[in-house]
């Protein structure tokens, strides 16, 4: 089984619906991100939790939200979702947290947003 | 502020021939620099990572690369490209201690021709 893994993996929805992304892990990491990934932009981060009580913005976390249910259960949520949100949205884990650790990723969920 | 550029976004080899792909980084301290590789349709996954021991460092499936600090420079090489290198390459710095958040470069695209 993955260690990280996301749900959906493919989804379309409506402008102005509200959509749930989930990302849960078995890795047994503190730490979780959410990223989006556009076309030569490589991937922008939106949010990330160090732990269950310690969430914090990323650079584009505009017209998103996130819940950190438990240690493994890392939510995005979308909540009127627009078109330029089309994108294919990563969640990371990490471990405890240096300059070396090594963030692992999911198979990542491509949304679309019509 | 941390920062790391990819100078080619798409680079086109023949199978068996050296592979070079690019990134030049900037960071007010001794950055950790990692190489990730997405596969069509995958997550990504980590091919290697600087952590200030070996300047040259090996990673999977015949990749390595060189920390350069007086070029800031962390190009990714691999001496004969096989068909199941086409894929894209993210060159990766870390951000600030404290932070631990990864700052990606736009991606390379790389292309393997028969």
């Known amino acids: 089984d993955a260690d990280v893994t996301q749900t959906p993996r493919n989804r379309i929805t409506k402008t102005g619906k509200r959509i749930m992304l989930e990302c849960s892990q078995t890795?047994?990491?503190?730490?979780m991100y959410w990223y989006r990934q556009d076309p030569g932009l490589g991937l922008r981060l939106i949010y990330y939790?160090?732990?269950?009580?310690?969430?914090n913005k990323g650079e584009i976390s505009d017209g998103y939200s996130v819940s950190r249910q438990a240690q493994a259960k890392f939510s995005l949520s979308l909540e009127s979702a627009i078109p330029n949100q089309t994108a294919l949205y990563f969640c990371?884990?990490?471990?405890?947290?240096?300059?070396?650790?090594?963030?692992?990723f999911g198979p990542g969920t491509r949304l679309t947003v019509l | 502020a941390q920062s790391v550029t990819q100078l080619d976004s798409h680079v086109s080899v023949s199978e068996g021939t050296p592979v070079l792909l690019r990134c030049n980084y900037s960071?007010?301290?001794?950055?950790?620099l990692f190489w990730y590789v997405q596969h069509p349709n995958k997550g990504l996954q980590l091919l290697l990572k600087?952590?200030?021991?070996?300047?040259l460092v090996k990673g999977i499936n015949g990749f390595e690369a060189e920390f350069k600090k007086s070029e800031t420079s962390f190009h990714l090489t691999k001496p004969s490209a096989h068909m199941s290198d086409a894929a894209e390459y993210f060159c990766?710095?870390?951000?600030?201690?404290?932070?631990?958040?990864?700052?990606f470069g736009t991606g390379t695209r790389l292309k393997v021709l028969a």
């Open positions: 990371a884990t990490q471990t405890s947290g240096s300059l070396t650790d090594t963030q692992y």
């Open positions: 890795k047994g990491h503190d730490r």
């Open positions: 939790s160090f732990d269950v009580k310690d969430i």
């Open positions: 960071s007010s301290y001794s950055p950790s």
């Open positions: 600087y952590t200030s021991a070996a300047t």
């Open positions: 990766v710095v870390s951000d600030l201690p404290g932070t631990y958040k990864y700052i």
